[in-house]
């Protein structure tokens, strides 16, 4: 079974934390149980040294201040792997679903481009890839969306070159949802793949009679129609004949729950990159959704998840969730460049090049503070 199996110690000296205001939205934005967001979800981020002259920069939580900078900025050195299963194992009382088991794999990722940078190659060279370019379908319409707003972004993203378009259901008003089913179906065509995602909202019996309506507008997957977790739902799903493929993974952070997920009938896996608990995770789902024949596709930031993207086939594609995405961008350097339904990866710079435009943040006030933490040797 794959995995990341690096030899290279790193002791790390030096983090410094940026902790952001909120970053507004253009537009509040809802699916079908999240609620209303008018806010990115992004709280800082962080610059990580090690004692050789590398930094990582990633976005992250206050909570891996709290709870990974005191297990790390101890004056040891270990081994990439040592690191990863020292605090893998540190998570287990709460939960390999916790938000600290994904602070572990922030972690991972960052110690990823410490090493990418050591080598001087890129991060998804240095992670194995021989292209520079990922596949992407492109996802959005929120369920405040008028029909006519649904349908000119919907157009938008094919106009661009997405031969795949993803939008929300799971509104309080099942016939609405099947009005801009049909409306987006007629206004792209019948060549381009329509996608829709319920957020986990409806029960095995709901979901089951919303798959039976839109079946004359060939959806190509139905994504979290009920519970994450719900695992013998998805088998009576399954059971009861379901004809539109369906698809989960983005609330899973673990290897294991793939397995279970084809077991139980799943026919697209989607993990998430900025989710995992190990960063090879996405490369081994990659693979058993190829060893199984079910779809495979990744979600995140895209400006990280088409670094992974590099890893995947035209046809396992990352996910570009424009209303939330972009406007992030809008702060970040070092964005990969967005090309007809692909994502091209910068090959001039070692590690991982995206980073948060730390100047803009703090000239447009959202900038709140900023903290250095040494490490405290033994």
Not at 318 to 343: A, C, D, W
């Amino acid at each position: 079974m794959f995995s990341f199996d690096y030899k290279e110690k790193i002791r790390f000296t030096k983090a410094v934390y940026y902790n952001f205001r909120p970053i507004p939205l253009p537009r509040p934005f809802k699916d079908g149980t999240g609620g209303m967001g008018k806010f990115a979800p992004e709280q800082g981020c962080i610059e990580l040294y090690d004692d050789e002259g590398a930094c990582a920069h990633l976005s992250v939580g206050r909570g891996f201040v709290k709870d990974i900078l005191p297990l790390i900025l101890n004056g040891e050195k270990k081994s990439y792997n040592e690191w990863r299963e020292t605090l893998y194992w540190k998570t287990r009382n709460s939960g390999f679903q916790s938000g600290q088991a994904v602070q572990v794999g922030m972690l991972d990722l960052m110690m990823l481009d410490i090493l990418a940078q050591r080598a001087g190659q890129p991060l998804h060279r240095f992670m194995g890839a021989t292209k520079d370019w990922a596949s992407a379908y492109k996802g959005g319409g929120s369920i405040l969306l008028e029909d006519n707003e649904l349908i000119e972004d919907m157009t938008r993203y094919v106009e661009e070159g997405y031969t795949t378009v993803k939008f929300k259901v799971g509104s309080d008003d099942m016939e609405r949802d099947l009005r801009r089913v049909e409306k987006v179906r007629k206004a792209v065509g019948n060549t381009i793949n329509i996608a829709v995602d319920a957020n986990q909202k409806w029960d095995v019996e709901t979901a089951f009679k919303f798959s039976e309506l839109v079946k004359p507008y060939h959806l190509a997957w139905f994504e979290e129609p009920i519970h994450a977790h719900d695992m013998n739902g998805i088998r009576r799903l399954k059971d009861m004949g379901i004809s539109v493929p369906i698809a989960f993974g983005e609330s899973m952070r673990i290897f294991y729950a793939y397995e279970t997920y084809i077991e139980k009938g799943v026919d697209h896996l989607q993990p998430s990159v900025g989710r995992m608990t190990r960063m090879d995770d996405l490369v081994r789902i990659r693979d058993i959704a190829r060893e199984n024949n079910v779809r495979f596709s990744s979600g995140g930031r895209i400006y990280l998840n088409a670094i992974f993207g590099c890893l995947y086939n035209e046809n396992e594609p990352v996910e570009y969730h424009e209303p939330i995405s972009k406007p992030v961008g809008e702060y970040t350097l070092y964005q990969p460049e967005e090309r007809n339904g692909r994502f091209y990866c910068q090959t001039d710079i070692s590690g991982n090049p995206q980073r948060m435009n730390i100047e803009k943040l703090e000239k447009e006030g959202l900038l709140e503070s900023k903290q250095i933490f040494y490490v405290e040797d033994k």
